[in-house]
């Protein structure tokens, strides 16, 4: 930014954002449907038609919505992704409550921590739905690629540790019918996940285990032990003391897969990474994002030996117990 107008331009870029997120967070364009008026679309979410012919409008400018002679018709994109029964809506629903944990960053910046209730655990049923079924939209699209860098083929016994919806564990057992994989997360979270692998017609092949990823021990034999987006939710002291019982799980030979930011030496890239550090910040006790070298270090200390990144600019590292 390099005029005091760039800057202003990027520190309103809200506004768009905003207009999306209620859009989303009050299911209008379920409510636009076909095609309806502002008042027609106000009452099916109890709003003000005053204020929805506004939100309409912006939305427009947007490109989000059509407007024909004062009705309020969905695009191609928003009717296929956010109406009827396949609506992505309660994915997305996890960004509009993540709106609420940035608007702390001040005051998280000051404290040094989190200052809003940390843990799925503690959030009401409907946050922890969005937040899996966010989680399992992003994964289900980035699973295949992760199966095909990682080789599903020897496997025959996975664990995918805080393994939310299992969609990862879902894509291996796709893609091995030898492969059977345990699903370790918190009991709340496992009683989606169930519905998850129900749905993908794998409930005899991938089960869940209830358990806690910060003091558990995880069994023992496993080829394969997945943690994904799971190390920047804890502090360095505890991605050690995980990473090493999940080197202890692994048979000698066996592979341990993290997926997860890389943050360079410096940590101020890349911007995703980086940006992601403060999601931590704001929704952590004491998360953050970790440089390459420090899951290298990690994963020596768990005991792994040939610690590679398929992919040097991915988001994966592996290593393989000796």
Known sequence: MKTITELNTAMRAFMESRTLLTAVELDVFEAVGGGATAAEAARKVSADSRAMEMLLNALVSLGALEKREGVFVNTAE???????????????????????????????????????????????????????????????????????????????????????????????????????????????????????????????????????????????????????????????????????????ALRQGGRLVVRDFFLNPDRTGPQQAALFSLNMLVGTRRGASYTEGEYREWLREAGCVDVVRPDARGNLMIGVRG
């Not at 109406?83 to 001040?106: F, K, Q, Y």
């Not at 921590?113 to 699209?141: C, L, Y």
């Not at 080789?151 to 057992?173: K, N, P, Q, T």
């Open 78 to 248: 928003t009717a296929r992704w956010l109406t009827g029964p396949e609506s992505a809506r309660m994915g997305l629903m996890h960004s509009v409550n993540l709106w609420r944990t940035w608007s702390t960053l001040t005051d998280a910046v000051r404290a040094g921590t989190s200052v809003t209730p940390p843990g799925v655990e503690d959030r009401n049923k409907e946050w922890t739905r969005a937040f899996i079924a966010a989680m399992h939209q992003r994964a289900a699209e980035e699973a295949r690629e992760m199966v095909r860098q990682v080789d599903a083929g020897e496997v025959r016994r996975m664990l995918d540790v805080g393994g939310g919806s299992g969609a990862y564990s879902i894509a291996f057992a796709q893609a091995n019918p030898g492969l059977r994989a345990v699903v370790l997360d918190q009991p709340h979270v496992t009683g989606l996940a169930r519905e998850y692998i129900a749905a993908a017609g794998l409930s005899d092949r991938v089960t869940t285990q209830d358990g806690d990823l910060t003091r558990d021990e995880f069994g023992e034999g496993y080829d394969l032990v997945l943690v994904s987006a799971i190390c920047h939710m804890l502090d360095e002291e505890e991605n050690r003391d995980l990473l090493t019982r999940c080197g202890r």
